[in-house]
């Protein structure tokens, strides 16, 4: 079992930056596919980005966040972050931190095994 904690949601302006974390229970973290997801206010649930659990980490990003969004975690302390830059009004959302086993269930599918309460994040222009 895990549990999913995000934080670091806010208010900023446009063109600014934040960075979200999402705390993870459990002794097997180290094993799961993390990511991050949002919801726009009446818009579907959408992917944003993904990090493997082996070794290379690989990543994955939506397209319209490349470039300017960096997903990163640290087994050490059971953490994943979204850093956010250059935000934008149209990135206003709730973010939800997500894992699963299985990068696919996060990247493809979209239905991971386990969910964050999400976070809010609102850029103004």
């Known amino acids: 079992q895990v549990q999913l904690v995000e934080s670091g949601g806010g208010l900023v302006q446009a063109g600014g930056s934040l960075r979200l974390s999402c705390a993870a229970s459990?002794?097997?973290?180290?094993?799961?596919?993390m990511g991050w997801f949002r919801q726009a206010p009446g818009k579907e649930r959408e992917f944003v980005a993904a990090?493997?659990?082996?070794?290379?980490?690989?990543?994955y990003y939506a397209d319209s966040v490349k470039g300017r969004f960096t997903i990163s975690r640290d087994n050490a302390k059971n953490m994943v972050y979204l850093q956010m830059n250059s935000l934008k009004p149209e990135d206003t959302a709730v973010y939800y931190c997500?894992?699963?086993?299985?990068?696919?269930?996060?990247?493809?599918?979209?239905?991971?095994?386990?969910w964050g309460q999400g976070t809010q994040v609102t850029v103004s222009s």
């Open positions: 997500a894992g699963d086993r299985l990068i696919q269930s996060i990247v493809g599918v979209a239905t991971p095994s386990y």
């Open positions: 990090i493997s659990w082996g070794g290379s980490s690989s990543t």
């Open positions: 459990g002794r097997t973290f180290s094993s799961y596919a």
